[in-house]
């Protein structure tokens, strides 16, 4: 196999076991999916995959290993996202006491409550993670080699984004089904306050790391 093919190969297997591990992306989207509407878990995945497709753009040009040695960017990151992910699991916490939301009778959703805010919510939580900073530095630096093709670099971004959207649509697919919300619904303050409880120690241990 050429060597080009077999780095290609390496990077997008290493990316898909990284990104179908559950994580602060996955937590949002499927809390987005759970109690908003299938039309906002998706954005909320479009803004996800559109974090990932940023990164690879970033680690292609080699422009990841620039911002990296900029001072302090390291523990910039880390505070931004540290806290980004403690405010989003206390959002997710006041929502424990509030009432269940009901679907819509038409179409077996729930109210949606903007394309834009969960595109956004999606893309800052991936765009704020040390840990994708530093996955994505990595796998780039020991895989990516100076002469590596164009059309290699494209290929990559490409297949990067729509792996990551295909995984998180199936996510927010599967949640916001209508039988399976129902279900998930019963259950919602418990699953609320596990899902905001999880972001906040993932925040916390960001904080805390040396």
């Given amino acids: 196999m050429d060597q080009v093919w077999l780095n290609i190969f ?5 990316f898909s076991m990284a ?5 602060p992306n996955f937590i949002l989207v499927v809390n987005t999916s759970l109690n908003k509407s299938r039309q906002d878990g998706t954005y909320a995945a479009i803004g996800v995959a ?8 970033a ?10 040695s900029l001072p302090y960017f ?18 997710m916490m006041r929502q424990v006491n509030s009432p269940a939301p009901h679907l819509n009778n038409q179409n077996g959703q729930l109210r949606s409550s903007g394309r834009f805010s969960a595109f956004l919510h999606g893309l800052v939580t991936n765009l704020t993670n040390p840990k994708a900073w530093a996955f ?25 984004f729509f792996i990551s959207l295909l995984w998180y649509g199936v996510i927010s ?4 089904e209508k039988r399976v919300q129902e279900r998930f619904l019963r259950f919602q303050p418990i699953l609320n306050g596990i899902l905001g409880s999880l972001l906040m120690l993932l925040g916390g241990r960001l904080l805390l790391r040396n």
């Fill in 59 to 68: 680690g292609l040009l080699g422009l990841i290993l620039i911002i990296n």
């Fill in 19 to 23: 990104i179908v591990s559950p994580g």
């Fill in 10 to 14: 390496s990077v997008l297997f290493v």
């Fill in 50 to 57: 559109t974090g990932s497709g940023l990164f690879a753009f």
């Fill in 74 to 91: 390291s523990l910039l990151v880390k505070f931004l996202g540290g806290g980004y992910l403690i405010y989003l699991g206390l959002s």
């Fill in 173 to 176: 697919l599967m949640i916001s």
């Fill in 136 to 160: 994505y530095f990595s796998l780039f630096t020991l895989v990516v080699k100076p002469d590596f093709p164009l059309w290699a670099k494209i290929f990559l971004c490409a297949s990067m």
